[in-house]
């Protein structure tokens, strides 16, 4: 019995090692779970479930195979695919999340959330995300034709890449007062999140208790994984794809 945490693939036709990685762990190890949890940036970029993408329809495939072979998975929207919606959903049989959540693992209480959020001394991007993540703003994409929407997307992207260059390294990271609070908003001592692309288990002592953040790798070179089980015991693991 084990349930699974991953984030952070950034599946895309660019990456075709990366997506037969993960079709392989769905089914070699994610069938074994009791669930899976996918913590955003499942994929590249996401610019409206109506795009005809073949990758989507494989993606949505497995992952409907695995919820019928009674594995559930829950899906928590990442900076890169905050527009997959409902129609996805059903076509993949995912839950959808609300983007900070509290869940019940094994009778623990853990917070888990992408992470991007935490990221607060990036005003550039809190604002950036203020902007897109407007209904208005969203809706106004929406309705666009899809190869404005991959112009847009692709742009942005490029955008992203060039501004993280000139980021420090700390600025990309998660803010340790941020982590604090959001633990005690919810009343946890654990917590999951991805989206820094730094895999860790990190100790810490809120409020005189000891909690634990892990944060979760991305899938480039390797594939990444959090393994929970019933008797307390955690593993982030890497593999080979
Ligand atoms: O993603 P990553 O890891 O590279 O960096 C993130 C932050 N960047 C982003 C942007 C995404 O990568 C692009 C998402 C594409 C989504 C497709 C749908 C688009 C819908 C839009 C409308 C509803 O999230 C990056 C952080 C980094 O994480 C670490 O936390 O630093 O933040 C930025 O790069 C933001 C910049 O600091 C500010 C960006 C200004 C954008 C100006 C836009 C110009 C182009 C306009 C084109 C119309
Ligand atoms: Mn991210």
Redesign the pocket.
């Known amino acids: 019995m084990t349930t699974l945490f991953i984030a952070d693939l950034h599946l895309s036709d660019n990456e075709p090692t990366i997506t037969a990685g993960f079709l392989a762990f769905l089914q070699r190890e994610a069938v074994h779970a009791d669930a899976l949890y996918i913590l955003g940036?499942l994929f590249e970029?996401?610019?409206g479930d109506d795009d005809p993408n073949e990758l989507h329809d494989i993606v949505a495939q497995a992952l409907a195979e695995l919820h019928d072979k009674g594995v559930p998975c829950y899906f928590i929207h990442g900076?890169?695919?905050?527009?997959l919606g409902k129609d996805f959903a059903k076509r993949s049989k995912m839950v959808l999340l609300p983007e900070e959540c509290v869940i019940d693992i094994y009778g623990q209480k853990v917070l888990i959330l992408h992470g991007?959020t935490l990221?607060i001394d990036?005003p550039?991007?809190l604002?950036?995300?203020r902007?897109?993540?407007?209904p208005i703003?969203?809706k106004?994409?929406?309705s666009m034709p899809l190869f404005l929407?991959q112009k847009?997307?692709g742009?942005?992207?490029r955008?992203?890449?060039r501004?993280?260059r000139t980021?420090s390294s700390l600025?990309?990271d998660v803010n340790p007062l941020a982590v604090i609070e959001a633990v005690k908003a919810h009343q946890v001592v654990h917590m999951i999140h991805g989206?820094?692309?730094r895999p860790a288990i990190h100790d810490m002592t809120i409020g005189g208790r000891l909690s634990q953040r892990v944060v979760l790798g991305a899938w480039h070179d390797t594939g990444s994984v959090l393994r929970v089980d019933p008797n307390d015991q955690i593993e982030l693991a890497s593999f080979p794809l």
């Open positions: 940036d970029f996401w610019i900076n890169r695919d905050f527009l991007d990221c990036d550039g991007y604002r950036f995300r902007y897109i993540r407007n703003i969203q106004i994409f929406l929407r847009i997307a742009k942005l992207r955008q992203s890449k501004s993280n980021k600025m990309m989206h820094t692309h």
